[in-house]
């Protein structure tokens, strides 16, 4: 016998993928959700949603003065992983160039497992936040104050740097933009207006910033070739095999631990490639 998520169609599929992950990470939903996302009537989202309401009816429910689904304590994802990466990926077309760079709401250089995830109680208010442009009052602790502290933050967009979730943002305390953990964020507190400090007034963001890498010269010329085909590299103009890099200056760091340059190791087989001397000498203004 069939089970009855293979009863269903491949619309219903799809629907249902979107109204989970838009409910666990927007915590409302409406039919101009599945309209964009699916590109389809009126008409159609309402049978979608009212599909899914009528065989998981205990995981959402009608808020009237909002007119909109919100998720119950019953709430769960039933076909895939209701996982952020997952409505990133949903919402690529949308909101962001799913890759290396992003032109709306978030940026994943790659996906890996290991860290945990953030709270999608955490991420609504901070999505909200993005496309309303609004200022958010947050508990945050980091590395070097440890003790959850208030800050107001001016979100802008998500990232993710392989490992980790970050909400870049204007910080009125420090009266610049920086990176936030998003697990280090305990609370988000009520909206505090409208902010005067979105992604256009990011330098680091704004601006684009360029490296090469080469193979670790200390490697001999048959691994230093095995070590080019790794990563694509060509000839340059000088006859030396390097790749270049194209990256936002807010993203520089993440993109060297990435490749694994932002330190030197001591055997040339770990280390393996090193940024160009000139890349040394360019990046230095960003990476103080």
């Known amino acids: ?44 989202s309402s049978r979608l949603i009212n599909d899914y309401k009528a065989r998981y009816p205990e995981h959402l429910t009608y808020n009237a003065s909002l007119k909109c689904y919100e998720p119950t304590e019953q709430s769960r994802p039933t076909l ?13 077309d949308r909101f962001c160039d799913y890759g290396s760079d992003a032109v709306g709401e978030s940026t994943v250089l790659r996906m890996v497992s290991g860290h945990h995830s953030p709270s999608s109680l955490i991420v609504r208010p901070i999505i909200q936040a ?15 104050s440890p003790d959850f502290e208030e800050r107001i933050i001016c ?3 998500l990232i993710n740097d392989g490992h980790r979730w970050h909400v870049r943002a204007w ?3 420090n009266q610049d933009y ?7 964020i305990r609370n988000v507190f009520d909206a505090e207006g409208k ?17 090469s890498i080469e193979p670790d010269p200390r490697l001999d010329a048959a691994r230093r070739r095995i070590v080019a085909m790794d990563y ?16 936002r200056a807010a993203l520089l760091i993440y993109w060297l631990q990435q490749l694994r340059v932002d330190r030197y190791r001591e055997r040339p087989e770990a280390q393996q490639i090193i940024l160009t001397s000139q890349s040394r000498t360019d990046l230095e203004p960003w990476l103080r």
């Open 80 to 92: 895939f992983s209701a996982g952020l990466e997952n409505y990133i990926n949903l919402m690529a």
């Open 195 to 211: 902010s005067l400090h979105g992604r256009e007034h990011d330098q680091g963001w704004n601006t684009w910033v360029t490296f």
């Open 178 to 184: 920086r990176d936030f953990v998003l697990t280090r």
């Open 232 to 247: 694509g590299m060509t000839v340059d103009v000088s006859g030396n095999l390097t790749r270049e890099y194209s990256v």
């Open 171 to 173: 910080c009125e305390k």
């Open 130 to 144: 993005i496309r309303h442009q609004l200022r958010l009052d947050v508990a945050y602790a980091s590395i070097t």
């Open 1 to 44: 016998m069939a089970s009855p998520e293979e009863e269903l169609t491949h619309q219903q599929r799809q629907a249902f993928h979107a109204i989970e992950l838009v409910l666990q990470w927007e915590g409302r939903l409406n039919t101009s959700h599945l309209m964009k996302l699916l590109a389809i009537t009126r008409q159609s």
């Open 155 to 157: 979100p802008h967009t």
